[in-house]
C-alpha cells in the first residue's frame, strides 16, 4: 500500500510568482486536506476537498486554490506570491470527510525570496 | 475563531508517565485529536476524542471533558524515540464539512 506522497519536496520562488504542489492520496483515500505549517508553528487548515469538490475552507485567502482529480490526487495553487508563503506545506488524505485519522504527506517546503 | 493552547516545551526522563494539556475554546466542537510529529516528518496520528472520557492506545491514553474545553495526552514508559512535538487539534463543523484547528505543538524532550 502506498502512502500519501507530495511533489517537489523542496521549491524557491521568487515574490508574485505563482506555484503549484501536487499530492498523491493513500490508495482507497477520496479526501485531501491541505495544511500549512511555519516554523515553530501548528499546521494551519487550507481546504479540504472530498470527491473533487471543496468542502471546508480554513482563514486562507482566494489566491489559495486547489483541485482535486478524479483519481483523488490533489493540486494546490497559490498565486502572487508572498514572503509570508514561505512554509512547509502539508497534505493528508483519509477515507471521507468525518475521518477520525489523516495520513500526511512529508511535505512541500516552498521558499519564497 | 478557535483559541487553542498547549505548553511549549516539556522534559521528562526515559521510564516516567508525562501528562500533555491542551485547553480549547471553540463553537461547534466535533473532536479533538492528538498527532506527533518528529522534527523534519510529517505529522501522524496519535488519538481521537469526541466523548469525554479516557481513550486507551498501548502507551498512549488520551482525556477529554467537553464542559471544560480540555483534553490531555499521557504517555507512559516514556522512551527516547517519543522526544517529538505533540499537536492538539481541534475540529469544529457538521454535515461533512469540518474544520481542523491545531495548537502550536508542545515539544516534549526525553532524557535518559
Known amino acids: 500500500e502506498t502512502g500519501v506522497t507530495q511533489s517537489p519536496t523542496h521549491l524557491i520562488k521568487t515574490r508574485g510568482q505563482q506555484v503549484t504542489l501536487r499530492c498523491s492520496s493513500q490508495s482507497g483515500h477520496n479526501t485531501v486536506s491541505w495544511y500549512q505549517q511555519a516554523l515553530g508553528q501548528g499546521p494551519q487548515f487550507i481546504f479540504q476537498y472530498y470527491r473533487e469538490e471543496e468542502n471546508g475552507r480554513g482563514n486562507f485567502p482566494p489566491r489559495f486554490s486547489g483541485l482535486q482529480f478524479p483519481n483523488y490526487s490533489s493540486e494546490l495553487n497559490v498565486n502572487a506570491l508572498e514572503l509570508d508563503d514561505s512554509a512547509l506545506y502539508l497534505c493528508?488524505?483519509?477515507?471521507?470527510?468525518?475521518?477520525?485519522?489523516?495520513?500526511f504527506g512529508p511535505g512541500t517546503r516552498l521558499t519564497v525570496l | 475563531g478557535q483559541n487553542i493552547d498547549q505548553p511549549t516545551e516539556m522534559t521528562a526522563t526515559e521510564g516516567a508517565i508525562v501528562q500533555i494539556n491542551c485547553t480549547y475554546q471553540?463553537?461547534?466542537?466535533?473532536?479533538l485529536f492528538w498527532y506527533q510529529q518528529h522534527a523534519g516528518e510529517a505529522p501522524t496520528f496519535l488519538s481521537y476524542n469526541v466523548l469525554d472520557g479516557l481513550e486507551e492506545k498501548g502507551r498512549f491514553s488520551s482525556f477529554l471533558s467537553r464542559s471544560k474545553g480540555y483534553s490531555y495526552l499521557l504517555l507512559k514508559e516514556l522512551q527516547m524515540k517519543d522526544s517529538a512535538s505533540y499537536l492538539c487539534a481541534v475540529r469544529t463543523g457538521k454535515g461533512g464539512s469540518y474544520i481542523p484547528t491545531f495548537g502550536r505543538g508542545t515539544s516534549l524532550i526525553v532524557h535518559p
Open positions: 471553540t463553537s461547534g466542537f466535533n473532536g
Open positions: 493528508a488524505s483519509s477515507v471521507g470527510q468525518g475521518a477520525a485519522e489523516q495520513f
